[in-house]
């Protein structure tokens, strides 16, 4: 305390000798009719000014980057012309029941056991997710990319059969999406009349892993409906497909469409 007062004195003397200093009076009658006078004027806009470029058919082409990308050009082409899988059948993506739809939900269930924390159960995939379909024959990598073209992932939930139940009877009064195989879903006049999971009916009280393929993850059916925790796979849902069809093929198996009454209509 005693420190205080004694410094306060010496603090208060030094700042009225540098206000009273010469230099110092100078510094502040130059200084202060310069600030009024900026802040008295009127803030000027910026001014954009435009430049027209004119397009022309012919635009002169650098030879040297021409080559080098013909050079990626190329091998690009090559692996997209991959055959990856063959089909005896045209791939169609139609309800009831979709067969590209179904093949992406095999494929991710069939991806998911690499890693117990992606493991699924069941799958469900957004009919929207597939854009255009498959001609019988060679299935080739450019394929892939044409029926997904979007880098995308699927989600997984930790879902109870009762929280499970409203969701899949929403699914149904829609269309229904398409599901992994060994889920069989029985529709009446657009309603839920039962389920069955992995051979069995639906427990209420069971805790089921599900990985799921919405239209809009951020704000989809099960994004707005599951209270739990939701993460994210780790493998593109693209190659997941690419990975699945690569196994069958080298089986000696061409693809087959199951449409095995998965989604199944009384009426």
């Known amino acids: 305390m005693n420190c205080a ?8 003397k030094n700042y009225i000798l ?10 502040y ?20 000014q435009h430049t027209y470029y004119p397009l022309y058919q012919q635009l002169p082409t650098d030879s040297a ?54 493991s699924a159960e069941v799958a469900f995939v957004h009919e929207k997710k597939i854009r255009g379909y498959w001609p019988k024959g060679n299935i080739r ?16 939930y930790e ?21 992994s195989r060994g889920t069989y879903i029985v529709i009446s006049k657009g309603k839920l009349v039962s389920i069955t999971i992995q051979g069995k009916p639906l427990e209420l009280e069971r805790v089921y892993r599900i ?6 993850p951020q704000a989809g059916i099960f994004a707005s409906e599951v209270s739990e925790d939701s993460w994210m796979s780790t493998l593109l849902v693209r190659d997941a497909m690419v ?14 469409i199951h449409t095995d009454k998965r989604l199944y209509a009384l009426d």
Not at 5 to 12: D, E, G, Q
């Open 141 to 156: 990598l450019e394929q892939f990319f044409r029926l997904l073209p979007a880098d995308e992932f699927w989600w997984m």
């Open 211 to 216: 990985a799921v393929l919405e239209d809009n």
């Open 65 to 118: 980057l021409t080559n080098l990308l013909n050079i990626y050009r190329q091998k690009l082409k090559d692996t997209l012309s991959t055959v990856v899988a063959f089909s005896y059948q045209n791939w169609f993506n139609k309800p009831p029941e979709y067969a590209l739809g179904n093949l992406l939900a095999d494929a991710i269930v069939n991806s998911s056991p690499t890693s117990e924390t992606f």
């Open 159 to 179: 879902v109870r059969g009762i929280e499970l139940l409203p969701i899949i009877e929403k699914l149904t009064a829609k269309g229904g999406w398409a599901v």
């Open 243 to 256: 990975q699945y069809c690569r196994q069958i093929t080298r089986l000696g198996k061409p693809l087959s």
């Open 5 to 12: 007062k004694k410094n306060l004195p010496f603090i208060r």
């Open 18 to 27: 540098q206000v009273q200093s010469p230099m110092s009076k100078r510094i």
């Open 29 to 48: 009658l130059y200084t202060i009719p310069v600030l009024c006078l900026y802040a008295c004027q009127a803030v000027q806009p910026l001014r954009i």
